[in-house]
């Protein structure tokens, strides 16, 4: 008995096999025609309730509000989202979603108000993703939507592979449209030869505010002599001139290849992040003080080379100077103040370093007739010289302020003073409020002696009449400690000043500088490594 099929079987199994692929292709041409009429009756559905929708919505007030008061309500959103004083710079776009991405999604009338109103586009955030994303499209966007207004750009790059400056390439192509530009990166390796070719012959009109801060580290070509310092003020990007640039902000290293130009600064920061050679000549430094608008100068570590000989007696003449904070380099502040003569300037700060026992000239000589604010802030090394040479040259002080962290017995601003009231020297008899701490300095003596030397107490005065001569901040800590260990003290000191305690190290050194400062458009949030100080957190 065979087991393959007959010729009929054979010729009866094709004829079903066909009539059934043939039944099967007309199903699948069926399937497919429901397919398309229900992907046209969802599409119609949509665009029903799309419209229906919006013929709803036409009755809800918010939709009824005129385009000018949607306009204040986008602007408001703009201004509450900057950071206030002390919150780090302004949020970039991967950490917190800008408000007019929010704006924009809340519903299709406000969206399409937001996308015709410039000024919710004027500021574009860029941090480095942590995976591989263009940004250019979102640029770009953000250009043709705030156009024509001038924008600011606030850029951190991180050192990954993916992140290749295309946003700084991109960026730099509408430099005629900068306002404020912050750029900042957590890595030394980027080459930034590209940017700086791109800027240089370039003109930035509306460029207000400069932060540049790559930190660069001291590598082959800054350390074995093929760069020296910068000698002159020329600027070597934006050669075509920004005659609205009046403040700048850079890392020491940046100078020599990315300086912009200065002729209006009146704000200028300096920080060298890493110890490594100056960047400034004393030549150079001196043209910067000689620059006529002048009024903000911070100086954040090893950054201006030593005068030579002729130089180091030169009176130096800085009229509009109004605040000047100084961090790490004492003998170079000392090269500095010896013959300052700053007739205006207002508020010093000095931080994070070892003061020059004595000017370095015998004729030296400083006048600060305007200073009314003095912060001293971890500077040790103190001498009897040193505080005669500054308090004479300011004898209109108002408010000291003085920090020390584990300060060496005896080195710090109050024993010294105290000393000098000893010595029957005392310094800033006019002073209206000094803020302390001094850590481990814990006994109210000291404190009441120095408080005791500026109020006398004349017969017949009641104590409450001198109250508002001078008023003294301690911390919390110390005002209990006080109160319960050393209450004669505490009482005796609470009659002769206005005692309190100050709640935040923002009351020793305000985070802001310079003073009144707006957060925004300004170094503001823009914040110094250099001029940070340590407080014990028992004392709050």
Not at 248 to 253: G, Y
Not at 325 to 349: C, K, M, T, Y
Request: aromatic share 8%; net charge negative; proline share 7%.
């Amino acid at each position: 008995m065979s087991l393959l099929q007959t010729p009929a079987e054979i010729q009866e199994r094709d004829r079903k096999a066909q009539i059934l692929v043939e039944t099967a292709r007309q199903l699948e041409n069926q399937r497919y025609e429901l397919l398309q009429q229900l992907t046209s009756v969802t599409q119609s559905l949509s665009s029903i309730w799309a419209e229906y929708g919006l013929l709803h919505n036409t009755s809800v007030l918010i939709n009824r509000l005129p385009s000018e008061v949607l306009c204040l309500i986008f602007s408001h959103c703009l201004s509450s989202s900057k950071p206030a004083e002390g919150q780090g710079s302004f949020p970039y776009e991967a950490e917190k979603r800008p408000p007019e991405i929010t704006i924009t999604h809340v519903c299709q009338h406000w969206r399409q108000h937001a996308l015709q109103f410039p000024q919710l586009w004027s500021t574009f955030r860029y941090k480095t993703p942590k995976w591989r994303r263009d940004p250019i499209q979102r640029f770009n966007a953000y250009m043709e939507r705030s156009y024509p207004l001038s924008v600011d750009l606030y850029v951190y790059l991180k050192g990954v592979p993916h992140e290749d400056l295309s946003i700084l390439q991109a960026a730099a192509h509408h430099v005629e449209r900068w306002r404020g530009v912050n750029i900042v990166s957590d890595d030394n390796n980027f080459d930034w030869s590209k940017l700086q070719t791109a800027l240089e012959h370039k003109a930035a009109q509306n460029l207000e505010y400069l932060s540049f801060r790559p930190s660069l580290v001291v590598t082959g070509h800054t350390s074995n002599g093929h760069v020296t310092p910068v000698s002159r003020l020329d600027p070597k990007i934006l050669t075509l001139g920004a005659p609205k640039l009046s403040q700048v902000r850079l890392d020491a290293t940046v100078p020599y290849f990315f300086l912009p130009p200065l002729s209006n600064a009146s704000t200028i920061c300096l920080d060298a992040k890493y110890m490594g050679p100056t960047s400034v000549t004393w030549g150079a430094f001196l043209g910067i003080l000689a620059l006529p608008n002048l009024e903000n100068l911070s100086i954040g570590g090893h950054v201006v080379s030593p005068p030579n000989s002729d130089q180091l007696h030169e009176p130096i003449l800085v009229a509009s100077l109004k605040h000047l904070r100084w961090s790490s380099d004492g003998e170079r502040l000392s090269q500095f103040i010896s013959h300052l003569d700053a007739p205006n300037l207002e508020s010093l700060i000095l931080c994070g370093m070892q003061l020059a026992p004595q000017p370095v000239t015998p004729e030296a000589k400083v006048h600060l007739p305007a200073l009314r604010s003095l912060h001293i802030i971890e500077c040790g090394g103190l001498s009897t010289h040193a505080i005669r040479f500054l308090a004479e040259g300011s004898p209109n002080l108002r408010r000291l302020f003085m920090s020390y962290y584990r300060p060496k017995e005896g080195d710090h601003l109050l024993d010294y003073l105290n000393q000098e009231s000893k010595d029957g020297n005392t310094h800033w008899p006019n002073l209206e409020g000094v803020t302390c701490y001094l850590h481990q300095v814990d006994e109210v003596a000291p404190y009441l002696d120095f408080v005791q030397s500026r109020v006398p107490s004349p017969e017949g005065e009641q104590p409450s009449a001198r109250r508002s001569l001078m008023g003294l901040r301690v911390s919390k800590r110390l005002l209990r400690s006080w109160e319960t260990q050393s209450p004669e003290g505490y009482s005796t000191l609470r009659d002769l000043c206005a005692l309190s305690c100050w709640e935040t190290v923002r009351d020793i050194l305000p985070q802001v500088w310079p003073p009144g400062c707006q957060p925004g458009l300004s170094m503001a949030n823009d914040r110094s490594d250099q001029f940070g100080f340590a407080v014990d957190w028992n004392e709050f």
